[in-house]
């Protein structure tokens, strides 16, 4: 899958409301007021959806606050595999 260009970040970050850039990936923090059973349930639905995607995720879980990093890192960077996932992740936070 091809490399994202810097144009086609700038674009991805523009609807993907709460991601940013940062080392080069794609990052956002989720947090679940619910507390920290919501922030779990969250990531075993990124999971499958991962797992569907064989496109896995650097996920970190701190209480109700889940933070996702997101590249490619057999294509060394963003594809749109990793904007794919993380507007899908979007979706699953709000189920």
């Known amino acids: ?6 144009n086609d970040i700038s674009i991805a970050l523009a609807v993907l409301p709460g991601w ?25 639905r990124v999971a499958v ?6 496109h896995h995720p650097d996920i970190d879980i701190r209480w109700n606050t889940v933070t996702l990093r997101l590249v490619t890192h057999h294509e060394g960077g963003l594809t749109g595999k990793d904007t794919a996932l993380a507007a899908e992740c979007d979706g699953l936070a709000v189920t």
Not at 29 to 38: D, I, L, N, Q
Request: no cysteine; proline share 3%.
């Open 20 to 44: 940013g850039l940062e080392d080069g990936m794609l990052v956002k923090h989720y947090v679940f007021p619910e507390g920290f059973a919501a922030a779990v349930a969250f990531v075993d």
């Open 49 to 54: 959806a991962a797992e569907l995607a064989d």
């Open 1 to 6: 899958m091809a490399l994202l260009g810097d």
